[in-house]
Structures are given as C-alpha cells and as structure tokens.
C-alpha cells in the first residue's frame, strides 16, 4: 500500500504555458514545489472529454535536457497520488515530441507530459519546460492551458505518494501501487511509422546505386540522435560518417540545439568542406529540420511547398490517402500557396502555433503544413516532425535521381521554374527592450487603423494594404488576435512583424520579408541580394534601429 501525503504549499505567479508549454530557467522549476504545482495543475486539466487524471495513461517523454530525471519523479510521485492507472516512458525519459505524438495515438492513451524546451538551450542556467498533448497527440488547446493557469494560480495543497526513486534506464514493466509503469524504446515504434508513410527501398535503392552520394545528418546533441541513427545507419546501411552528434547530452554539448544556418554552423561548414550532396539537422525535441545541399540551402517556406509539390509521386501515404489541403503559418512565404493552386487544393493561412493545424487535420482538411521557423509535418501526427521532413527530401532525391543526376539547388531551381521563386527571410532581433519593442509595434498598429499606410509609396514599393492578422478557425469557430502586423504591397510582396516575450524580460522582434518573382533570371540570386530593397523598406517603416538601437539583427534565416 502507497502512502498519500498531502504537502501545504501556495501559488507562484506565471504558470501560464503557451502553446508549447511551461519554458522557463531551470532555476525556476527548481524552486521548491514548483514543477510539483505545475504537474498537479496539468494532471487536474485533462480534459473530462478525454476521461481525466483517474484511470489515465499517459506518455512521458521529453529531449533528456538537464533537470528531466528530477521531474520524471515528480510525476510519478503525483500520478500515483492522482490515480493515474498507466505512464508509458521512453528509456531514460528520451522521446522526441514527434515520437510521443505518435505513441499517444498508437496506444490510444490520454495524452502525454513532454519534458522539452524545444530548440532552447540546456544546462543548469538554461531553459526547462513542461508541456501537455492531448489524446489526439496534439498540443493541448487553449481551454486546457488556461484551465491549467487558473488551477496553478489557486494551489493551496499537493497531493503526493510517497515512492522510491523509479530506475527508467532498464526496459520493461513495474508496478507503483495501482500504477503501472511501461518504460520503452521511444524510438521503435518511430521507426515503424516512417516504414508505413516512407518507400524505405526507393531510398536504400538510390544509396545503392550512388555510392558517391554523400549526406551527413546532425543531431545536435538532441533527442533524434537515436532516430537518425537507427535510420540512417542501421536502416539504410550508411556509414557512422553519414551522422554527427547523434548522443542525447543534457546541455546539448553547449551548443543552442535550433537547426538554422546560425546555429547549425558545425553541418554548414562540414558540407561545404567536405562537398557533400545533403545535409539536414533537427533540434532538441526533434520537431524541427533544416535542409541543405551543395551550394544550396532549402528555406523552410520552400521546403513545404517542394514536399507539397512531390507527395504523391514519391510519398506511399499520400498516394494511399491523397492530400486533402495544404497550410502555412502567416509570417511563412506564399509558395506553398501556389502549389496548392496549381493542385486544385484548399489552403490556409493560420496563426503560428502547431494547434491551429491540428484542428484542421483532425477534420480532414489538411494533409502537408509548415512554418517558416523550420517545422515541417503532416497529418500522420499532430506535431511538425523534423525526421520526417528529412525523410521525404530523401524520398524527394532517390526520384529526382532516377533518370539523371540531380543535385538540391537543380530540385530548387527547376521548382521555381513551374511557379517562381518566393524570396524570404526572417530577421530575429533578440532581447531588446520589452517595452520599446511595443512601443513600435503600437505605433505601426495606430497607423494601420488610420489607414495611413494605405496606397502610400515607400522606394520602389506601394503599399496595397496592412493589418493585424486575425484567424478564424474554420473548426472550431474561435478567433485569434493580434498575430502579427502584415504589410501588403501591390506586386504581392509582403513585410511581417511579430514579437515574442514581450514586458520587463527581454522581447525578440521577429521582422519576416518576402518578395516574389517569376523572372529566371533571378531564380539563382543569393535571397538576401534579391531582398535587399525591400529589407530597406521594412527598417524605414518600422523604425526598427530607432525602437531597439539596433543595426544588425541577431540572426538571419
């Protein structure tokens, strides 16, 4: 019989989680009885729809950053205390987010509890978070954060069992009281998903026939080191060169585990120094991808749209299932807009955040999404999948390669010469002062409700209209505000302006510019070189180096 103790505690303020959970310095969780009161709020906001924390299974994984092993006790400690009848827990806690989506679904459990602060550094003074998926293995909606805010802001009492520390290393079953413990290899049942969606021989075939093809994929010290692993080397037969920091480490190596050309520099360098063909790199949690190639890297904007444009031709899931739409976030270029055109489909433009897709796929209106913050999916889960994307570039290249040779920037330019090329770029300007980034944002929001920026000519552009990106969703009828000011010009080129952390901390200020072009003779232009102008407009209206005093952004993608 399990002791239940009841533990006096009292609220702490900010545990509101955003789409992407709880994320806050380590130092913060490990206050005391923090993350108790977080989990105890989480446990208690599981949807009645979905049966509640009595009799739940839940999935628990996360990217092994530092301070998991310490919170995978916690929640067992709590589950039990809350009746929780089953946790199913990749070994040492390791599961992509990806991977967890996929076991919720598989197993048809209630939902499950990531550890991840997704691309976000690791380390005793970095990030940690806590973050909820509900039973369609998607992020949980709105009505569930916020029912977990409310609940975290109102704690008088933890309810905890009093348990001895639980080994996750050794697979297999335990039981904790009336509570069953399942730990297993998060990355099996992974594999097995992609052989379902993939033709795993068409790309073997193609590795067969093209020794000389070289590709090197990085892990970053991340949780799909394992999965790259397994697929690349032990799958598809590659050598141990093929990948790099495939070992999960709980600071990531030191690195920032964000797969962009900035933060990703290690494969940059190696694919450039060494020629190879094929570079790709995912992040922390392992739901974001990057692609490159021999003098060519793929934006994400671009990335959807060229998976878009092959799924069916190369894809087995989708020659099954068809595709039945296609979606991007707002600030992502427009090309995949034009493939979906070009198909006949429908497609949409929604807020950013991983939920907004998952309404529409859960009633069957998309098929292929992406955002311009390099994450990439498809309805096969409810989160972007960074493995994923990099499997159907594989899939993409074994086709393009059966006749001729085909290189990544040949897939890229022969792409822009059916529907042009969407010049695009985001600019993060990181940690500048919260309030002036608003003071910024609200200047330009007074212009647009005057309609001073209407018509108005700015260098070469003229603005043909500009708001503040509001969604309806088409599902469920609920309307998101204030997503972002958008800036339209005539000839269809587009500047976006969006800021993240907003207050007394720190805010990134994210500036996204796109232009777009059916001229091949720009088709090859280096994209900062083919955006310049219109970089200069976007500093001109916003007054971007007066709000934040600075010149250069942090990073470029």
């Not at 019989?1 to 009841?6: A, H, L, R």
């Not at 890229?412 to 940690?431: C, M, T």
């Amino acid at each position: 019989m399990v002791n239940i103790q009841t533990v006096p505690t009292q609220p702490f303020e900010g545990q509101k989680p955003g789409t992407s959970g709880l994320r806050k310095r380590v130092k913060i969780f490990q206050q005391k009885h923090y993350t108790e009161n977080f989990i105890q709020a989480m446990l208690e906001a599981i949807p009645e729809s979905d049966g509640g924390a009595k009799g739940a299974t839940l999935v628990i994984g996360g990217d092994g950053r530092f301070y998991s092993d310490e919170v995978l006790q916690v929640i067992v400690k709590i589950s039990v205390a809350h009746g929780v009848s089953k946790l199913i827990v990749g070994r040492n806690g390791i599961v992509s987010t990806p991977a967890a989506s996929n076991i919720i679904r598989k197993r048809k459990a209630t939902g499950g509890i990531l550890l991840t602060a997704s691309h976000n550094p690791g380390g005793p003074d970095n990030d940690f978070g806590i973050k909820y998926n509900c039973s369609n293995g998607g992020p949980a909606p709105e009505s569930v954060t916020d029912r977990i805010y409310e609940l975290s802001k109102t704690v008088k009492e933890l309810k905890m069992a009093e348990v001895d520390r639980i080994d996750f290393s050794q697979l297999g079953t335990q039981q904790v009281g009336e509570m069953t413990i399942e730990v297993i290899d998060g990355v099996t049942d992974y594999v097995e998903l992609m052989k379902e969606i993939f033709d795993f021989d068409a790309i073997k075939q193609f590795f067969a026939a093209n020794k000389d093809f070289k590709m090197l994929f990085d892990g970053m010290n991340g949780v799909t080191g394992p999965y790259g692993h397994r697929l690349f080397v032990e799958e598809f037969g590659l050598s141990e060169s093929s990948v790099m920091r495939c070992v999960p480490k709980p600071d990531f190596g030191g690195a920032h585990p964000d797969p962009n050309l900035t933060y990703a520099h290690d494969l940059v360098e190696a694919v450039e120094r060494q020629g190879l063909d094929f570079g790709a790199a995912s992040d922390g949690d392992g739901d974001r991808n990057m692609i490159i190639g021999k003098n060519a890297f793929v934006t994400p904007s671009d990335s959807v749209a060229i998976i878009a444009h092959y799924a069916k031709d190369v894809i087995p899931y989708f020659k099954t299932n068809g595709i039945h739409g296609l979606a991007r976030s707002m600030p992502t270029s427009q090309a995949v807009d034009l493939v979906a055109k070009k198909m006949g489909l429908e497609h949409f433009e929604v807020p950013t955040g991983w939920k907004f897709f998952g309404n529409l796929m859960d009633a069957g209106r998309c098929s292929i999404c992406g955002e311009e913050s390099f994450g990439t999916g498809s309805d096969h889960i409810r989160e972007k999948d960074g493995v994923w994307a990099i499997l159907a570039w594989l899939s993409i290249i074994a086709y393009t390669n059966k006749e001729k040779r085909t290189s990544v920037q040949e897939i890229l330019q022969k792409h822009y010469k059916v529907y042009g090329r969407n010049f695009f770029s985001r600019y993060d300007y990181e940690e500048v002062d919260g309030h002036r980034a608003e003071e910024m944002v609200e200047r330009l929001r007074k212009q647009i409700a005057s309609k001073e920026l209407e018509n108005k000519q700015v260098g070469d552009f003229v603005i043909d209209n500009a708001d503040d990106f509001e969604y309806l969703d088409p599902i469920d009828g609920s309307v998101s505000k204030k997503q972002g000011i958008r800036i339209i010009f005539k000839d269809g080129s587009r500047i976006i302006l969006r800021l993240s952390g907003t207050g007394s901390q720190g805010a990134t200020v994210r500036l996204y510019v796109e232009k777009y072009s059916n001229d091949p003779a720009e088709y090859p232009k280096n994209a900062q070189e083919g955006l310049k102008p219109l970089i200069n407009v976007a500093l001109e209206l916003s007054e971007l180096e007066k709000f934040t005093g600075r010149k250069e952004p942090t990073v470029i993608t």
